[in-house]
């Protein structure tokens, strides 16, 4: 007997599911995974310069968000048509917004000085 996989429909699921994971749309995501991962890319940066941390950590963040849309996009789109859809600039467009949103929630983390750089780590 043979069993044939629908190499498309994977790939879809596997996209879409890191997309989930790295997107806004849950809601313990940003504290498990797109703060972490905002903030390395953040103290990377920081190890530059003090003022690049917040710099790099809102673009860290916005990374993994917009990142998260558009591959949860393409793994949808390969799982409902079994062929890929192009990524269009409105579908960009949207997803940046949507990231746009969440980084005022970043601002204020770092501003009310609830995330920092780690001076006492790296100095």
């Known amino acids: ?15 879409a599911t ?10 313990w995501n940003d504290l498990i995974i797109n703060l972490p991962i ?4 953040g103290v990377l940066f920081g190890l ?4 690049l941390f917040l710099p790099g950590m809102i673009g860290g963040y916005w990374f993994t968000n917009i990142l998260g849309f558009i ?12 062929e890929g859809r192009r990524y269009t600039r409105r579908d960009f467009a949207k ?11 970043i601002l204020a983390l770092v501003y009310s000085g609830i995330l920092r750089f780690p001076e006492e780590f790296f100095r």
């Open 1 to 15: 007997m043979r069993i044939t996989i629908p190499t498309q429909k994977v790939r879809g699921g596997v996209l």
């Open 18 to 27: 890191v997309g989930f994971l790295l997107s806004p749309l849950s809601w």
């Open 38 to 41: 905002a903030y390395a890319i």
């Open 48 to 51: 530059l310069s003090d003022d």
């Open 71 to 82: 591959l949860m996009h393409i793994g949808i789109s390969d799982i409902a048509s079994g």
């Open 95 to 105: 997803d940046f917004f949507f990231s746009l949103l969440y980084t005022g929630i």
